[in-house]
């Protein structure tokens, strides 16, 4: 019982946190750049750092290697000369410089390597950041024409109050003109009256008009021209 309880908060935690990330999902990503910019910078530093290292170890090397040119020279010419004593003297410096000539260009070599890839390593993110950048932009116009799509549903496309003006609309439609029932109710009331077929008797000519027309009156009018 308590495996399935601790179950269905696991599930409903996991919801809530799927809705969080929906509904905040650009800032979330916005806060992702922002660390993930935090940590490019943060390995420019460390790459600058391994730039000045390795340039610092290779100048030393190369003053070693002038070093070395001209104690050898120097060593050289006082073996050529027979100054053994001497010229062992310069051996044995100019092995100590060899010596530390290796370990320099072991140094050189390993902080030549490490920056290698730490500048692949920052170029790479410079990039996706690019992109991240780039998408984000499209991530926010599209965000935002979701929410004004949301918004209009809510607005429109399930009001209360635009269903209502629907159906009034229709009710208006639908509704009689009063002026053609007032009309409608004369009728019914002159026949009720029999005034219908007795104006109908009259315009046929049956019996004196009861009600004036317009060719009578035409007719009048041409008398008295």
């Known amino acids: 019982m308590l495996s399935l309880i601790r179950t269905l908060l696991d599930g409903a935690s996991a919801r809530a946190e799927d809705g969080l990330k929906d509904r905040f999902a650009i800032d979330l990503l916005a806060q992702r750049i922002r660390d993930a910019e935090t940590g490019l910078a943060a390995a420019k530093q460390t790459l600058a750092t391994l730039i000045v290292r390795q340039r610092a170890e290779q100048a030393g090397l190369d003053q070693l290697e002038r070093r070395h040119a001209d104690l050898e ?3 050289l010419s006082a073996l050529a000369a027979g100054n053994t004593g001497l010229a062992e003297s310069g051996a044995a410096a100019i092995a100590e410089l060899e010596n530390e000539r290796e370990v320099r260009r072991a140094t050189v070599q390993s902080l030549g390597e490490k920056t290698l890839r730490m500048r692949v390593s920052v170029e790479r993110a410079h990039r996706r950041i690019i992109d991240l950048n780039q998408g984000m932009i499209s ?10 799509q949301s918004r209009l549903v809510r607005s ?4 209360a109050s635009l269903n209502d003006a629907e159906e009034l609309l229709a009710r208006i ?7 053609e029932e007032a009309g409608i109710l004369d009728e019914i009331d002159g026949e009720l009256r029999h005034e219908a077929i ?3 008797l009259a ?3 049956h019996g004196p008009a009861v009600r004036v027309r317009a060719r009578d009156v035409l007719e009048r009018l041409k008398t008295i021209n």
């Open 73 to 75: 020279s120097r060593t």
């Open 139 to 148: 991530a926010r116009a599209i965000d935002a024409e979701r929410k004004a």
């Open 156 to 159: 429109i496309g399930h009001s």
């Open 173 to 179: 439609k639908a509704a009689s003109d009063p002026f």
């Open 198 to 200: 007795r104006d109908r």
């Open 203 to 205: 315009d046929a000519g």
